[in-house]
Each structure stands twice: as structure tokens, then as C-alpha cells.
């Protein structure tokens, strides 16, 4: 009991001490696919949405890995759109199709993909949540280099135009993370390869399941703490 008193004094002090500081305006949340396979951690991703919106965060993709194999992934990836889609998360999801990446929308289909935080919270404070579903890096990359090219043997661009301007406008996720929290993992997957290579990396010491307020708020002082040198 006095353990959990002073814990709740303790993460009340540090959220008046990190909210006063420089948020990151974009992250970027890694998992896999057990993180989300129960009840529990469906609850805990919309407490990390809500943890985001607390502090302000404005931007919010969440990367789901699922396994390779394609039967196996194509089952895991419906489980998890359904899961997802009983929740009162609204989020732009992406899976994997035969043509590239499908979107489509979890509670309100209506554009923005927005969460409203209305339980104790400013009716104003929303997080733009995208969540991918095993669609990583690499698949967005491949796809991105086959939309130029189809552009450029139809004559809608030339060879000589491609460059890197191109390609990050043919990406999907078209925002650079200030910070990748890679939960539960030792090594990061191949998600927003071209768009993190700036970015900052946590590695939770905790699966998902298990992170609390008080760890989150750890994450964001971290950042804080941090001289962000851009490659220099």
C-alpha cells in the first residue's frame, strides 16, 4: 500500500516535471503481434494512446509485427483488425493487400483518424493514431520504388527525375518520428526504415503488457534528457 502511495507521488511529480518540457511531436510505438493477442493488451494500447494525448503528443503510429508466414499472417492480421475494431479507438489501420497497402478505419470511418480524449481530458486534445499491420519498411519501400516506376514507363515522370524528394512522397507514412519506443525487444524491425533514420530509440526493459504510466513518463524524460544531433 505505501509502495503504490509513493509510486503515484512519485509519477505525479515527474508529469509536472515532463510536461513543461519539449514534447516529441511525432512517435513512433514498435510490438508484435502477442502484445495485442489479449484483452489486456488492446486495454493497455488504448492507456498508451491516452498517455500520449495527456502530454500533448500529437502523432501516434503504432507497428504491430506479425508472423511471416503468409497463411499465418493473413489470420493474425484479421484477429487483430477485429480486436481492434470493438474498441472505441478511432485510427487509420494498414494492412498488407495484393495491390500494396489497404486502409481502413477502426469505430469511425469518417477522415482525420483521430482519437478524442473526453474521460477527464480536453475535449481539444487529439492524437492523430495510424496503426500498420504487418506492413513494414521494407513492403512500403518496394512499393513506393514500383508506383515511380510504373509513372515512369507510362512517360508521367522520367528516370532522370527520381530522387530522394520522390520517394518520401510516394511513402505512405509521410511523417519522421522524433522518438521509436521498441517495446519488449532488444532489436528494432525494419518499420519507417527511410523515415527514422533520425530518430530517437527506446527499448522497453518490460513487455508491453506490463508498462505502466510511470514507465511511459520515464520514456518521454529520457528524450528529454537527450541532444538530438540529426546525423551530425
Not at 8 to 15: A, N, Q, V
Not at 23 to 32: K, N, Q, S
Not at 157 to 165: A, L, V, Y
Not at 223 to 229: A, D, N, P, T, W
Request: hydrophobic fraction near 40%; charge should be neutral.
Amino acid at each position: 500500500m505505501l509502495q503504490r502511495i509513493y509510486e503515484r507521488i512519485y509519477e505525479y511529480r515527474l508529469y509536472s516535471r515532463v510536461v513543461r518540457r519539449n514534447m516529441p511531436a511525432g512517435l513512433t510505438l514498435v510490438m508484435t503481434e502477442s502484445d495485442v493477442s489479449t484483452p489486456v493488451g488492446i486495454e493497455k494500447l488504448r492507456s498508451f494512446v491516452l498517455w500520449c494525448a495527456d502530454l500533448g503528443i500529437k502523432s501516434l503510429i503504432v507497428y504491430i509485427a506479425v508472423i511471416v508466414d503468409a497463411g499465418l499472417k493473413q489470420d493474425a492480421t484479421s484477429q487483430i483488425v477485429d480486436r481492434l475494431d470493438i474498441t472505441d479507438l478511432i485510427a487509420r489501420m494498414y494492412v498488407r493487400d495484393d495491390s500494396g497497402a489497404r486502409m481502413i478505419y477502426t469505430t469511425d470511418r469518417s477522415e482525420g483518424g483521430a482519437v478524442d480524449v473526453d474521460r477527464g481530458m480536453d475535449l481539444d486534445c487529439r492524437v492523430k493514431l495510424d496503426i500498420s499491420i504487418g506492413y513494414g519498411g521494407k513492403l512500403e519501400l518496394t512499393d513506393a520504388i514500383k508506383d515511380i516506376l510504373k509513372k515512369v514507363e507510362s512517360g508521367e515522370t522520367d528516370s532522370d527525375d527520381i530522387n530522394t524528394d520522390m520517394i518520401e512522397s510516394h511513402l505512405i507514412f509521410k511523417y519522421k518520428p522524433d522518438l521509436v519506443i521498441r517495446a519488449g525487444g532488444k532489436s528494432l524491425t525494419d518499420f519507417l526504415i527511410w523515415q527514422t533514420i533520425y530518430s530517437e530509440l527506446y527499448f522497453t526493459d518490460v513487455n508491453f503488457a506490463e508498462i505502466r504510466r510511470l514507465d511511459f513518463l520515464r520514456i518521454i524524460r529520457d528524450y528529454q534528457k537527450r541532444q538530438r544531433r540529426y546525423g551530425r
